[in-house]
């Protein structure tokens, strides 16, 4: 479900480590997720998505976990970069229920030089 | 591929007046168009879902006299925020999903409008 709060959980990175990000969604019956990064002031960014019939998928140094089991979803970016440095959303799609997406709270990463 | 614009990208308007914002599927036919508002530090709230030629789905809590969604064409859909009140000032999106492009379910969002009511 939806998450609102002040302040965004938040993971400092070193230029050139590895990220994780973590997202926990809710509702069991979801079948398409989507990560987000949004920069300040923009809209968000497709980065990669993956259906609930795969547990993995990899893009240009992003890779997306899936594990339906216990409901959780990560984003790992590899080899972080200064640009990378924003907001990051999980959003979870339910077909059967209107096809619309449902965002998780975000998590900021910032990367240190 | 896939990109959609919103104008203007930011608004200062009087309380009491109405502000209209666009969303532009650029390279790409929409039937279905999302709206969404944010506040500071906040996640996406959806606001309603706009279906081109049909009446836009409104979130519980949103009312539809006050945020009016027109959806004329495959790649125009306008949000008209009537008698703005400050409290109406937020962050507003709009994304498309693409269904020519393969994956149905895929989002794209506009650069966002900022709006500050006075």
């Known amino acids: 479900g939806e998450s609102v709060g002040l302040h965004l959980p938040t993971l400092s990175v070193q230029e050139g480590d590895n990220s994780i990000i973590n997202c926990a969604y809710s509702n069991s019956a979801s079948d398409y997720f989507i990560w987000y990064k949004q920069e300040s002031g923009k809209g968000p960014q497709f980065i990669i998505d993956?259906?609930?019939?795969?547990d993995k998928r990899q893009g240009q140094r992003v890779t997306v976990l899936l594990n339906k089991t216990v409901k959780h979803l990560s984003l790992q970016i590899a080899a972080t970069q200064p640009g990378d440095s924003a907001v990051y959303f999980c959003?979870?799609?339910?077909?059967?229920?209107?096809?619309?997406?449902?965002f998780g709270g975000g998590t900021r990463v910032l990367v240190k030089p | 591929g896939a990109v959609v614009s919103q104008h203007p990208s930011w608004v200062i308007c009087k309380s009491g007046t109405s502000v209209k914002i666009e969303c532009r599927s650029l390279?790409?036919?929409?039937?279905?168009m999302f709206w969404y508002r944010q506040f500071p530090k906040q996640s996406l709230m959806l606001m309603a879902t706009?279906?081109?030629?049909?009446?836009?789905?409104?979130e519980q809590g949103v009312e539809k006299d006050k945020f009016l969604i027109n959806h004329a064409s495959l790649t125009l859909s306008t949000l008209t925020v009537t008698s703005a009140h400050p409290e109406d000032s937020s962050f507003y999106l709009c994304s498309a999903r693409d269904f020519t492009g393969g994956r149905q379910e895929t989002q794209y969002f506009g650069p966002g409008t900022r709006l500050l009511v006075l």
């Open positions: 706009s279906n081109e030629g049909s009446k836009a789905t409104y």
């Open positions: 959003a979870e799609n339910i077909w059967a229920a209107g096809n619309k997406l449902t």
């Open positions: 390279d790409f036919q929409a039937t279905t």
């Open positions: 993956i259906r609930s019939n795969m």
